[in-house]
C-alpha cells in the first residue's frame, strides 16, 4: 500500500546522522535537559552533552559528548524529538496509545502511568492490533476527518505489566530506564486511518465507559504533557488560533472516559467491557 504524503515527509525529515550542533539557538548555550525551539530549528539537549539538532528540510543531527549515555539515544529521538518534528511540519502528536478496529483507531490517553500502554497491548488478547504506543500523530490536512499515522516506535512495558498484557517480553529498554521492549498479543497495524475515538483513563470503584459531550471535550484537549508543550511551541499560535485549533478537534473528535479500578485482579473484567465497547462501534451497552 502507498504511503501518505505525511509518512513520507516524516520520514524525511527525521532522517539522523552524527555531527558537530550548535550549543544554543538563542545566544547562551543551552542547558542538560531542556530544549530550544526556532521558526525553523529544533534543539535538545539530553544528559550531559547528547545534542539533538533538527532544521526543517535538512533533517536530523545527532552529536554525542563524552557525557552522553547512548542506551537513552532511541528514546529521545522517538520522544521529544519525534514530537517536535511533526510538529513544526503541521502535525498533531497527543500523548496516547492506540489500537485498530476494522479501518479505526481508538486512542486511549492519560497522565503518565495511567496505564495506556498496558490496555492497549492487553486488547491484543481480544483481536485488536495495535496501532501506536505513546504518542499518537494526527494529520488535519483533510477538513472532513482526522487522520492517524500508525506509530513509529515499538511497545515498551513495566515488568509486571506483561502477565496482563499477554505480550511478549524483548530485551531491556535501557540500561538506566526500568521497561522492557514487548511484542503484543495481536501484532502491530501499520496503515494510516481516520480516528474514531479519544478515550480518557480515570479511576474508578467499578469499570464503565461513558461519554464526553460538550463544552468538557474543549477543555479535556487542555494537555499539560510534553508534547502539548512542544506542539504549541512549534505552532506559535495567538490566542485565538489555540481556541480554533482546540474547538476543531473537539468538534470532529469523539470523546468518552473509562473508568477502571487499579486493581489487577479486575483488569481483566476492564478490558472486556472496553473490547465489547469497540467491537460495538463506539456504542454504549443498555
Not at 550531559?48 to 528514546?75: K, P
Not at 479535556?220 to 495567538?238: C, G, I, P, S
Not at 476492564?270 to 473490547?275: C, H, K, P, R, S
Request: hydrophobic share 45%; charged share 25%.
Amino acid at each position: 500500500m502507498a504511503r501518505s504524503p505525511a509518512e513520507l515527509l516524516l520520514e524525511r525529515e527525521t532522517r539522523a546522522r552524527y555531527g558537530p550542533v550548535p550549543i544554543g539557538l538563542c545566544d547562551e548555550a543551552l542547558q542538560p535537559m531542556s530544549w530550544q525551539m526556532g521558526e525553523e530549528a529544533f534543539l535538545l539537549r539530553a544528559e550531559g552533552d547528547h545534542y539533538f539538532y533538527y532544521r526543517r528540510g535538512e533533517g536530523l543531527t545527532i552529536q554525542q559528548g563524552i557525557a552522553a549515555d547512548a542506551s537513552e539515544e532511541t528514546l529521545w529521538l522517538n520522544g521529544s524529538v519525534y514530537a517536535a518534528i511533526a510538529s513544526m511540519n503541521g502535525l498533531v502528536p497527543i500523548h496516547a496509545s492506540a489500537v485498530a478496529h476494522e479501518g479505526e483507531v481508538f486512542a486511549f490517553t492519560g497522565p503518565a502511568g495511567a496505564g495506556k500502554s498496558t490496555l492497549a497491548a492487553a486488547l491484543g488478547r481480544h483481536g485488536f492490533s495495535m496501532f501506536c504506543d505513546d504518542t499518537l500523530v494526527l494529520d488535519l490536512s483533510d477538513p472532513l476527518r482526522l487522520v492517524c499515522l500508525p506509530g513509529h516506535k515499538r511497545l515498551k512495558l513495566c515488568p509486571d505489566a506483561f502477565a496482563l498484557a499477554g505480550a511478549i517480553q524483548e530485551e531491556k529498554v535501557s540500561a538506566t530506564y526500568d521497561k522492557y521492549y514487548a511484542s503484543p498479543a495481536g501484532g502491530m497495524i501499520e496503515t494510516v486511518m481516520p480516528l474514531a475515538e479519544l478515550i480518557f483513563l480515570e479511576d474508578g470503584p467499578d469499570p464503565a465507559v461513558s461519554r464526553i459531550a460538550g463544552a468538557e471535550r474543549f477543555v479535556r484537549l487542555d494537555d499539560d504533557h510534553q508534547t502539548a508543550y512542544l506542539f504549541e511551541a512549534a505552532r506559535r499560535f495567538d490566542r485565538a488560533g489555540l481556541f480554533a485549533h482546540r474547538a476543531r478537534l473537539a468538534r470532529q473528535m469523539a470523546m468518552s472516559r473509562f473508568v477502571r479500578p487499579r486493581d489487577a485482579s479486575r483488569f481483566d473484567e476492564g478490558i472486556a467491557m472496553v473490547a465489547d465497547y469497540i467491537r460495538n462501534r463506539g456504542q454504549l451497552s443498555a
